[in-house]
């Protein structure tokens, strides 16, 4: 009987537990690595109006956190519009009964629709102030539609669904800085005043059962 060759040792394997254990590692890596960058991002948009900053009708930064608490009529404002008087006499009137230690009136001029709001920040700053004796907060000129959109303005776009097609829409924002209703220029003051008037109720009830 002619001698068997031995057999060629095979290569060891590697354990099962071990591979395992490797697999396992490199799952909790990845998954590691998602939800930091899922916490970055989220990091980085804010998640209500409140959380932006945006520039004063002087040219400062001003963080809208300042309003944080109160009831928020955001309106997108123009000095030369067949809808300028009733909505200035109407915003400036709404901004005295109810405002501004629970209530703002937020004003941002934009010259995107026609040529209604051509002049500079001034201009429009010296415009509201002399004809209507507006008070409320007046914010630098900007653009609510396209790739130059304000954030800010763009965050109660996207809640809304809804683009502005012309000047004076007003959008209602709660204390928590989300965008409660809107209205279109034409909407009787009443109605709104009734709106307003109801969240500042309710932020004064909430107030008072805090204490």
């Not at 907060?137 to 303005?153: H, Q, W």
């Not at 409660?180 to 220029?185: C, L, Q, V």
Request: aromatic share 12%; proline share 8%.
């Amino acid at each position: 009987m002619e001698p068997q060759t031995p057999p060629i040792p095979l290569k060891p394997s590697v354990p099962k537990a071990r591979m395992f254990a490797v697999l396992l590692t490199m799952t909790i890596c990845t998954a590691g690595l998602f939800l930091l960058q899922n916490q970055l991002t989220r990091a980085r948009k804010p998640k209500d109006f409140y959380s932006y900053e945006v520039k004063d009708i002087r040219g400062r930064s001003v963080s809208l956190e300042k309003y944080r608490g109160k009831a928020s009529l955001i309106v997108n404002v123009a000095s030369h519009c067949e809808h300028t008087e009733r909505n200035y006499k109407g915003l400036q009137e709404l901004y005295r009964s109810l405002g501004p230690s629970l209530f703002t009136v937020l004003a941002f001029p934009c010259g995107q629709f026609g040529d209604t709001e051509p002049g500079s920040d001034r201009d429009i700053e010296a415009f509201a102030k002399a004809n209507y004796g507006v008070t409320f907060p007046l914010f630098s000129k900007i653009k609510i539609m396209g790739t130059e959109a304000s954030p800010a303005f763009q965050f109660i776009t996207d809640s809304t669904k809804q683009l502005p097609k012309w000047n004076f829409w007003k959008y209602l924002i709660n204390p928590q800085g989300q965008v409660i209703k809107f209205w279109r220029p034409d909407e009787p003051f009443e109605n709104i005043k009734q709106e307003v008037a109801a969240m500042v109720r309710e932020i004064i009830l909430k107030k008072k059962e805090e204490l």
